[in-house]
């Protein structure tokens, strides 16, 4: 796609084709997504609805095994795009140099700076100066005078209709008067040709064409960087032979081998062997780890030294990588909504300019000949309709939004901060609100057994048994914690039966013919039973959390364990606190415990013994308070309140990832990925204002000048060849602003 006005074109025949629910194109990616209804309307049929506009769609590859080949291929056809352009600017660019020169020379003689140049130069470019603006028209310029055509033809009008037209008046206009400059020299000047602006200006175009293409294929090379993680080919075990096959080969179930210092090809399980695999790429820990039968290896991640046999669980577009990469890729063509503003703009724009453009010309015919003559008037016309035709096509407006959404979503990938959309992006930039979850977010989530007090001199170990045993069906971190140190000191459990999770409290269950309850003291408290508040109270406030253990009737002992703080969480929210937003901490656990970890860190307000449900409803307030929400949390047990959140973030520390759930995943995580993935978005959201608003003001400054609306005032009148300057600059400069996020950093 080549104009920036095409995509809310094409955008807005898609949509009133019948069977289309909602159509969205998108300049930056060069994609639509299309809703419809395929029992109305099928591809071709949308295919053929936007021929008239010059384009047609190109069906991207299914999601079949073989991951995202659409990325490669229009990347491929993308860099042919490419050549050819080079290949234009590289012909057309000395002739342009050429037409500057006999153009500089003409003015600086007509001030007696230089002499006038020889009769014999002079005649040479009389020749010259046609012949290359007719090869710049027609060779070069095809796309324009395309764009002219289909106007004619279909009524349709985009950006290149807009030079076409521009630059094949001036072209006529020429061609006539040199033709029939015998019978016209009495009425206008017939000096006064263009054959050098319609070279310049084709010129300067199809040269900043080259340089937007050039770096806005720069803009999407975080996708190929994920791309390159992928293995290409898998050593495969099949009837008891080693073999290897391209990626696309490998289904599930496959038991493939890994050898050292390759790349694991597919999500699955290690059934033989051990090795340290390097996964930074999900955990961001640069250690490799250590992994061995039962262990899950995700495809992308390096093994280092060992070899090892797996079974392919996930293959093709199931894998993480391949989810991380088609994530990045949707959320990277979707739209933020910032754009409505500029894509209203740019629908309605080139009509307006058509319109704006032929009553410059007018004007200066019926007014301009009062006072400069009909001669001098057509030529000041001539200029101003042929400026206002190339200054304002709306490219840089169609560029400022999605080339910086594209490098900002690709930037975050490469940190770790996967966005679902842009929408997700440009909102938290105004998020005043942060809450966070206590356990695994501002504390490691792996909690310290610090002391263990049976009741009426039970014996540890039958106490310990106990409490393990039922803990070992839960999935709590306290639980984990449990059942890690029983193992330790070389407890027995036993079976658990008509185990239950107490939501928010604990959990139940039987063992032989007792029922047990373990959890915290609103559970005793539901049970009526009376906890040793005192000696627990005495060590919640020193941000322990209590786990008691009871049978019919009575405590039979209590555990304490204790969540260390994560290093990062007193600073990353001392940065939150900068960044102006302010930090909630939102826990399940006691009052006293919460408390203390909050003043350890420096939390502005803590909501402790939360309740699952109650955990929304904490949300809901602030949002009731006109406050933009952001939740952190891990994503699982928090899904609700992370969809309530204006922002819902999850936070992945291992390599099982949901990364669907939330509207922004940490990959490595930690809650100084927040104040980055903050810093992202603002970053982002600076970088369109400033494209928005170089976009607008060179529009609104450049129409008046190059109509000539100056003129009058102080003698301003642009001419084209700046017209065209300014307009393959504008466009190169957004997009290299929007490159320049790349290089920040967060
Ligand atoms: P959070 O994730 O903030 O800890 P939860 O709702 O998961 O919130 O848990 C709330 C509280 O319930 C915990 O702080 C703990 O006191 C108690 N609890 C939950 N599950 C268990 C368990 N398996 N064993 C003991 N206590 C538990
Ligand atoms: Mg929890």
Redesign the pocket.
Known sequence: MHCASCASIIERSLKNTKGVFSAEVNYGTETAKVAMDPSMTSHEHLSKSIEPLGYSLSAQTHEDHSMHTGADQSKHEKQMELGKLYRKVVSVLPLAILSIFAMAWDLLSQFNIVATPPMIVDRALTYLLPICAAYALFFVGRPYLVGVYRFLRFGRANMDTLIGIGTSVAFIYSIIVTVFAGTLRPYIEVENVYFDVVTVVIAFITLGKYLEMRSKIKTGDAIEKLLNLQAKTALIIRDGKEKEVPIAEVVEGDVLIVKPASKIPVDGVIIEGLSYIDEAMVTGEPVPVKKSKNDTVVAGTINTTGAFTMRATKVGSETLLSRIVKMVEEAQGSKAPIQALADKISAVFVPIVLILSVISLGLWLIIGTQYFGFSQSLSFGLVSFVGILVIACPCALGLATPTAIIVGVGKGAREGILVKDAATLEKLHKVTVVVL????TLTRGKPELVTVRPYDNMPIARFLSILAS??QK??????DT?TDYAKAHNIVTRKVSRFE???????KGTIGNNGYY???V??MADLGLKADLKAIADETIKGK???ILATKGKIIGTVMVADALKPESADAVKQLHRLGVKVVM?????QN?ADYIASQVGIDKTVA????QEKIKVIKDYQAKKEIVSMLG?GI??APALAQADVGIAMSTGTDVAIESAGITLLHGDISKLVKAIRLSKMTMRGIKQNLFWAFIYNIIGIPLAGGAFYPLFGWLLNPVFAGMAMAFSSVSVVGNSLRIKLKKL
């Open positions: 979850d206590k356990t695994g039922l803990e839960s999935e709590h971190p306290i639980a449990i999770i107490i939501k928010g409290k604990g959990i373990a959890g915290n609103k559970l959390t209590p786990v939102l826990t399940g656990d006691n415990t013994e939360a309740l699952p891990d047990n928090d």
